[in-house]
């Protein structure tokens, strides 16, 4: 096992109710406001700005509300928590969960930076894992924060997870002390309903579920809003790819799978918008390809799945922008997250994974 070739991060442990583990986020000794309010209220008043956030957007953020409080109290009682920690209004910080479903309603799939490359497999060096690189606006650089959270909602006892201040505890990635771990990519789709945003589902599964197979009766059990992929492993080697739609979900279970931000299956595939004025949209396809050539042969353990999450196009390789980066605050890598569902553990880099500064973390007990 390699995850001990990196040092220790040192992550934030929130504990408590879902109000006190998203309060404490504005505890932090990271936690900048203004970065936090900038990354979150800042984008939704571009939006009202620009039109998106109009009367039709304001009734289906109120559906939304309505049904996560019936059915995510946890969910919202710590977005609530956030908001009062970082006095920003709820409301925005609901509404910013919802840009890219709102963009989407509104027939533009601009990912606006948010992207990622994720993949799982049964068995390894490293045991069960899943992999992700995390591609979303520069913004989140000054924000993206390891946590630890505990709770007597929290049901598998303990969630690692590498997200964002001012956003749910598994906003990109996570995984629990059962060994179940999951990572979504984003997808822009043509149509959305009132039902599980993604954002708030990830936390809740890695809160109920041990297994693949649990996180997937439930996911099956719920409506969705629509949008966006899961990739998910367990301790026992069983992994998924779940395609979110509002009108179904598509579940793809083998020894290994991967997802860009595309849906790939056949019941799916049309609802994906995948406009190539996108950067990150336009090479999605790229991404899925080169993952498909270069997994299977892979031997996926920790450096060898760094090496594969480094790569940067190049034509003479046959190779796709895993990596990806900018220079201003558009959409670029963040981080790169690898999780061993047998050690409950992860490796992870802060920033593009090609700069090599990478930590590990594992469960506190």
């Known amino acids: 096992m390699s995850f001990g070739i990196f040092p220790a991060a040192d992550p934030m442990i929130l504990s408590g109710g879902a109000w006190a583990r998203g309060h404490g986020q504005s505890a932090d000794s990271f936690a900048d406001v203004a970065r936090v309010r900038e990354a979150t209220i800042g984008r939704v ?4 700005a620009e039109g998106l956030i109009d009367a039709h957007a304001e009734v289906y953020l109120r559906d939304q509300a309505l049904f996560h409080a019936a059915n995510d ?14 006095g920003l209004p709820d409301n925005d910080l609901f509404a910013h969960l919802h840009l890219g479903t709102l963009r989407d309603l509104k027939l ?25 690189n995390r591609d979303y606006s520069g913004l989140h650089l000054g924000i993206q924060r ?55 589902l ?28 899961l990739i998910l492993a367990d301790a026992t080697g069983a992994v998924a790819a779940v ?19 595309h849906f790939v299956s056949e019941d799916l595939a049309s609802e994906t ?26 031997t996926p353990g920790i450096p060898q799945s760094i090496e594969l999450m ?18 201003s605050e558009a959409s670029q890598t963040l981080s790169t997250a690898i999780y061993s569902c047998s050690l409950r553990s992860m490796a992870f880099s802060q920033g593009n994974p090609c700069t090599g500064q990478w930590q590990t973390c594992g469960m506190s007990s």
């Not at 009682?77 to 956030?82: R, T």
């Not at 990830?202 to 409506?223: D, N, Q």
């Not at 509002?246 to 799978?257: D, F, G, H, Y």
Request: overall charge neutral.
């Open 273 to 298: 918008l995948l406009p190539e004025s996108d950067r990150i949209a336009g090479n999605s396809a790229d991404r899925f390809a080169y993952l498909g050539r270069r997994l299977p042969d892979l």
């Open 146 to 200: 390891l946590t630890s959270h505990r709770g007597p909602d929290i049901k598998t006892g303990e969630l690692i997870c590498l997200g964002s201040l001012g956003s749910p505890a598994a906003y990109s990635s996570g995984i629990n002390a059962k060994g179940l771990a999951l990572a979504d990519t984003q997808v822009s789709v043509a149509g959305h309903g009132v039902g599980w945003l993604r954002y708030f």
């Open 108 to 132: 533009g799939a601009k990912l606006d930076g948010d992207g990622c490359s994720a993949w799982a497999v049964s068995d390894g060096p490293d045991g069960p894992i899943v992999v992700k």
């Open 243 to 261: 395609e979110l739609a509002s009108r179904k979900v598509n579940i793809e279970q083998s020894a290994l799978v991967w997802r860009t931000n």
């Open 202 to 229: 990830m936390t809740r599964v890695l809160a109920i579920s041990a297994t693949v197979a649990e996180a997937v009766k439930f996911i099956k059990s719920v409506p969705h809003a629509g949008g966006g992929t």
């Open 45 to 48: 008043q571009t939006a009202r």
């Open 310 to 327: 480094k790569s940067h196009r190049d034509a003479a390789l046959g190779s796709a922008p895993l990596c990806q980066h900018d220079v």
């Open 73 to 86: 109290p946890s969910g919202m009682a710590e977005l609530q928590g956030i908001a009062d920690g970082f």
